[in-house]
């Protein structure tokens, strides 16, 4: 799985989801300060899920019709980091054939899954 993670993504998720095993760019190294259509058009020429917990893409991909390979936007009122990273490593673990062409909203106490051409 090729994901690449915003540039509001904690250092720690970087680290765990490397450590698991998953390819893994991260905006904060690569392009830092980039701009929201930068990050979709790297995700989408890298073939890669875009991670976030930016809900300005939701605007973009819904409202203004941007395409993305795939996003999961990450929806915690607590900032316990440990706790978006349980989630997300059971999202890819259990879901990650279904992210591909999905919005995708994970939280503390559920994950919604949509496509992105509904």
Do not use: W
Request: include cysteine; aromatic fraction near 6%; charge should be neutral.
């Amino acid at each position: 799985m090729k994901l690449l993670l915003d540039e509001n993504i904690e250092k720690a998720i970087t680290t765990s989801l490397r450590e698991s095993g998953y390819d893994v760019i991260c905006v904060s190294e690569t392009a830092c300060g980039c701009s929201d259509e930068e990050v979709l058009r790297i995700a989408n020429e890298e073939r890669r899920i875009l991670v976030t917990s930016d809900t300005d893409f939701g605007e973009m991909i819904f409202r203004q019709g941007k395409t993305c390979y795939g996003l999961v936007l990450l929806r915690f009122a607590s900032e316990k980091v440990n706790d978006k990273i349980r989630t997300l490593q059971h999202l890819l673990k259990h879901h990650s054939g279904k992210l591909s062409g999905h919005f995708t909203v994970a939280s503390a106490q559920q994950i919604r899954i949509k496509p992105m051409d509904s």
